[in-house]
């Protein structure tokens, strides 16, 4: 049984930094496309970022800079480094694993991943 869950949400205010953390069981993240989408209130769930087994990561353009993923193999996780944060990022964030042949024209496409976790809630706000 595949399962995936995210931890390190939270409240904070802009400009600040959040990272968050996916543990991958019952699958082997070096092996698979990993990715984290977001859900605001009120608008359909979004792409944020990719990492497919070669270590290239991909992200939502206006993104690129200020987020990070990564992963590491030997805690089967991966990470969402989110750096200068806005209110805009409040959201519902959720990771989400996919084949090691995901192309990157379909890693922002939510149906060609086969599992997601719960989610976690962030909040940016003064």
């Known amino acids: 049984q595949v399962q995936l869950v995210e931890s390190g949400g939270g409240s904070v205010r802009p400009g600040d930094s959040l990272k968050l953390s996916c543990v991958a069981s019952?699958?082997?993240?070096?092996?698979?496309?990993m990715a984290w989408f977001r859900q605001a209130p009120g608008k359909e769930r979004e792409f944020v970022a990719a990492?497919?087994?070669?270590?290239?990561?991909s992200y939502r353009n206006s993104l690129k800079g200020r987020f990070t993923i990564t992963r590491d193999n030997a805690k089967n996780s991966v990470y969402l480094q989110m750096n200068a944060l806005d209110p805009d990022a409040t959201a519902v964030y959720y990771c989400?694993?996919?084949?090691?042949?995901?192309?990157?024209?379909?890693?922002?496409?939510?149906?060609?991943?086969?599992?997601w976790g719960q989610g976690t809630q962030v909040t940016v706000s003064t």
């Open positions: 990492l497919r087994i070669r270590n290239n990561p």
């Open positions: 019952g699958l082997t993240v070096s092996s698979s496309t």
């Open positions: 989400a694993a996919g084949s090691s042949r995901l192309i990157l024209s379909s890693l922002g496409t939510e149906s060609q991943y086969d599992y």
